[in-house]
């Protein structure tokens, strides 16, 4: 087996002389036209910057015989690359949305340090020497039939990189050893963004009230917050104040709560919320929350676990009789369509009323 490539490591420095020289070619036949925005250059700055690692570049190499001259050609990689050599030329600044420390500063007036981080910066490549054109149209079309396709928050993550995804990432990473203790999302779901979509969701909810989940309001909302999403700092403390309580109420029953499910999380995490902060749109009377009555929110909350536990038991048998009318309308809701809002907002009702049991 003949192998036509080898990966090696490049400093962006490489890069910059090679451009400089002439050595380097950006724009290959093929290669896509698509431009990155100033917010999307931004964070790939603010990843290196933080010495995380992006995506493999693939770039091929030929010699010319006569000259000597190496000539390399950017296969994939072309937008990384392009934003990285204009960054050097001060071409624009690192936005305060991806770092607080560099934000508003060009390359030129980043400390020395930094500038030499940036400079020996190693970018993965795999080196294609002297392909010729039909086997690099071949390596992509391989590359792509094992390529899964893109869900709706994988297509989010790749096309914004403003203030509310920002936000979204930054509590998410936060909280991952909740995500992990409380089982709510399975390790294949995060690795999908199963929890970044579901934090969005909590996000939304705190500030415009409880909605159906819908993609294309998921999508909005990403977009008509990527510039700048109001109040930012507000929410993600009320957001990790949240998840505090959640945590001290739940104990070491975190794992294994019937609240720590997709089904129940958000209407939990909304009925915390309303103690606390008043839930837009949300008219139910509020208590408020303090470590001491943990234990008491923890045994009244058992009843969720009790009741649906019987009922979906009982409800093989055709018979929920021994339900009253408020916990059927609960178990309704739990069991279908509970994605829409006003089943969201029953159940959170349910819960306000057994919290407000516990603390009154």
């Known amino acids: 087996m003949l192998q036509r490539f080898d990966t090696r490591k490049y400093s962006v ?8 020289k002439g050595d380097l070619v950006l724009a290959p036949k093929f290669q896509r036209r698509d431009v990155w925005n100033p ?3 931004s964070y790939l700055i603010d990843t290196i910057l933080r010495g995380k690692p992006i995506p493999k ?17 950017v296969v994939d ?11 050097l030329q001060d071409g624009f600044k690192i936005s305060r949305v991806h ?17 030499l981080g940036i400079l020996r910066y190693e970018f993965s490549v795999d080196l294609l020497q002297d392909m010729p054109d039909e086997e690099v149209y071949e390596i992509f079309a ?30 998410v990473q936060e ?8 089982k709510i999302f399975t390790n294949k779901a995060i690795l999908r963004m199963a929890e970044a979509e579901y934090v969005s969701e909590l996000l939304m909810a705190m500030t415009e009230g409880i909605r159906q989940k819908e993609k294309r309001s998921i999508d909005k909302f990403y977009e008509d917050n990527d510039d700048e999403f109001p109040h930012r700092k507000t929410v993600e403390k009320r957001f990790r104040d949240v998840m505090d309580q959640i945590g001290g109420i739940l104990g070491d029953e975190i794992g294994s709560s019937i609240l720590t499910t997709t089904r129940l999380f958000y209407p939990f995490f909304c009925s915390v919320f309303h103690m606390q902060y008043a839930l837009p749109k949300l008219d139910d009377p509020r208590v408020s929350i303090k470590p001491a009555s943990y234990p008491k929110i923890r045994s009244s909350l058992q009843e969720v676990d009790i009741l649906l536990h019987k009922a979906k038991r009982e409800s093989r048998g055709g018979s929920l009789e021994f339900l009253n009318a408020e916990q059927k309308k609960f178990f309704a809701a739990y069991n279908e369509h509970w ?15 057994l919290i407000r049991q516990a603390v009154k």
């Open 39 to 41: 917010k999307a250059r």
């Open 77 to 87: 990689g072309q937008q990384r690359l392009r934003s990285v050599l204009e960054f």
């Open 339 to 353: 994605v829409h809002a006003e089943n969201r907002r029953l159940l959170t009702k349910h819960i306000d009323k």
């Open 175 to 182: 909280f991952g050893k909740f995500w992990e203790k409380s």
């Open 57 to 73: 570049i693939y770039m091929r190499q030929t010699i010319d015989t006569r000259t000597r001259k190496v000539m390399r050609e």
């Open 13 to 20: 420095r490489d890069f910059e002389e090679w451009n400089d």
């Open 142 to 171: 391989r590359m792509n039939t094992y390529s899964s396709t893109l869900n709706a928050q994988e297509l989010r993550h790749a096309k914004h990189f403003g203030d509310f995804r920002t936000c979204v990432y930054t509590l």
């Open 99 to 115: 770092n607080e420390d560099f934000g508003g500063k060009y390359f030129s007036t980043l400390d020395e340090a930094t500038k």
